[in-house]
């Protein structure tokens, strides 16, 4: 099986820091990989390289087996990789139907949207209502409620959501239980589950091992700004993990352990 987001010796240095050491990285069609590492070891310069949010010195990128050059974050997103932020990057003041579409609203048909630039709240407002009620976030009524009156949770949910109903590809989670009680973070667990049900791939950046022992197909271990090993969740244990992104412990050959 080919690898459906797949990256080579990626250089990324700031200045005498480098954040990326020729770091290799591969994602499966319909699986979790999860990205552990340590503070400071590089998986966030990772998947901002992955996103269009950073240009890499050197390495290469391939989507689907074809070889790609993002400069921003919307050219990822136009072929179809979505990111949930850890900051969730939402507009607290606008609706849930308006955060879904921020960047690519709908306009009417027409006249009155070609000429007058109305926008097509209706078409809108019963896209994110579809979307969300597909991942079961019933408990959200009203599609035009300010994105501030929800739950930390709900939040999470509607991020989850946006990036489940545009990114065709790949979605890539940055800790998305961070900040959330033990409620709230059952219920992106088991959305991320259902995003992976509907066979879309999906990057998970967290520090939570027993999330991430729950969910995870495979676990990248990434350290000192490079792939360490990849290891198969079920024969190893979170010591084992924690011990080979500190260095505590030699990892496997990344061979042996996808």
């Not at 579409?101 to 027409?110: I, N, S, V």
């Amino acid at each position: 099986m080919e690898p459906i987001l797949q990256a080579r010796n990626l250089v990324k240095r700031y200045g005498r820091v480098v954040a990326l050491d020729h770091c290799d990285f591969d994602l499966m069609p319909g699986e979790i990989l999860a990205v552990i590492g340590d503070n400071g070891a590089g998986k966030s310069t990772l998947i901002k390289a992955i996103s269009g949010a950073v240009i890499p010195d050197d390495g290469h990128i391939r989507l689907e087996g074809e070889k790609v050059s993002f400069r921003s974050p919307i050219e990822a997103r136009e072929a179809g990789i979505e990111t949930v932020y850890q900051t969730l990057a939402m507009s607290p003041a606008l609706s849930i139907a308006d955060n879904m579409f921020m960047g690519r609203e709908l306009r009417k048909p027409g006249i009155m949207g070609q000429v007058f630039r109305q926008l097509d709240r209706a078409a809108m407002e019963k896209f994110a209502r579809d979307k969300l009620n597909e991942l079961g976030l019933l408990t959200i009524q009203n599609i035009r409620q300010p994105v501030e009156t929800l739950s930390g949770g709900q939040r999470q949910g509607v991020a989850v959501a946006r990036a489940a109903a545009f990114g065709s590809k790949v979605v890539i989670l940055d800790e998305p239980t961070a900040a959330l009680g033990v409620k709230e973070s059952r219920k992106v667990l088991e959305l991320i589950l259902d995003v992976r049900a509907r066979g879309i791939p999906i990057i998970l950046i967290s520090h939570n091992m027993p999330h991430v022992f729950e969910v995870a197909d495979r676990i990248h271990v990434h350290r000192l700004g490079r792939r360490l090993c990849v290891i198969n969740p079920a024969d190893y244990s979170m010591s084992d993990a924690v011990a080979f992104m500190t260095g505590a412990k030699e990892p496997p050959h990344i061979d042996q352990a996808a």
